[in-house]
């Protein structure tokens, strides 16, 4: 059988780690040609030369992300080297915790830059190339926490409530374009998502919290972009919550 795939250019911005790594191996593996986006380029090269070496097709583009700029030249990027864009998965993000009296205000400006307004950046930039093509899709990684919120997650989950708003009026407007659009939202998965919270006890509190439970792998949520890209034109998955068995 062929591959789902075959023939598609998929953009994953955050795949020198975590779950954009994953998906870019679960995208490769569907036959898609993968663009690799993110600031540590040794990375992103073993990640290409792995991909390379067993047959698929993939670019790096070492960019740091913090500039919306940066997000833009990075799909432009894709789209000269393969002529084509079906696929940005907007994944690289932030999630720095901390109670809102006490949090570092610039916690909430590279968040707000990174998860926000980088990702709106790239899906112009993104929409603007498909709009020609007739087909496309955008697949944001939100999280639980773009549709909960709790204590220490006032700033992280203002980020991924705008990325579930944007996402939706989004939507309405590419759809008549052709262009998907599909709001992943993962509970707790194991990545080195929690290395940059800068505000200690929390950053201690919610690893003691995941050392108590089964989180989720990055290739469960690998799994779920691979669904949603993968289903015929007239199907647009716009909204799937995947959390861990373990998490209330
Ligand atoms: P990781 O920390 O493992 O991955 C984050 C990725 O984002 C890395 O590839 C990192 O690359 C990239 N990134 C961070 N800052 C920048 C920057 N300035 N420029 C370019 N790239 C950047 O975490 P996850 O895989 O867990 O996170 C991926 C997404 O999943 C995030 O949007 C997160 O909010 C979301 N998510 C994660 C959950 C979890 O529990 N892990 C739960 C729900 C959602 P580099 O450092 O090389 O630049």
Do not use: C
Request: hydrophobic share 45%; aromatic share 2%.
């Amino acid at each position: 059988t062929p591959l789902r795939l075959s023939g598609k250019v998929a953009v994953v911005t955050g795949a020198s780690s975590g779950i954009g790594e994953a998906t870019a191996r679960a995208l490769d593996a569907e036959g898609a040609a993968v663009v690799l986006v993110a600031r540590r380029r040794d990375r992103l090269d073993a990640l290409a030369e792995a991909i390379r070496h067993e047959g698929g097709q993939a670019q790096v583009v070492a960019a740091d992300l913090s500039d919306p700029a940066q997000a833009r030249d990075a799909v432009a990027q894709a789209v000269s080297a393969f002529g084509r864009l079906d696929i940005l998965v907007n994944n690289a993000g932030l999630m720095l915790l901390g109670p809102v009296a006490d949090a570092d205000p610039t916690d909430w400006h590279r968040m707000m830059d990174l998860n926000v307004l980088t990702l709106m950046h790239a899906t112009q930039a993104a929409v603007q190339a498909m709009q020609g093509q007739g087909s496309g899709h955008i697949v944001n990684i939100s999280s639980v926490s773009g549709r909960g919120a709790g204590p220490t997650s006032a700033g992280y989950s203002a980020t991924k409530w705008a990325v579930g708003g944007f996402s939706e009026g989004l939507r309405q407007e590419v759809r008549l374009l052709g262009i998907r659009v599909t709001v992943i939202e993962p509970g707790v998965v194991a990545t080195e998502l929690t290395d940059h919270i800068t505000h200690t006890a929390t950053k201690d509190a919610y690893e003691g919290r995941i050392k108590q439970m089964t989180p989720l792998e990055a290739d469960d949520i690998a799994a779920a972009v691979v669904y949603a890209t993968t289903q015929p034109q007239r199907v647009n998955v716009n909204e799937i919550l995947i959390r861990p068995l373990d998490q209330g």
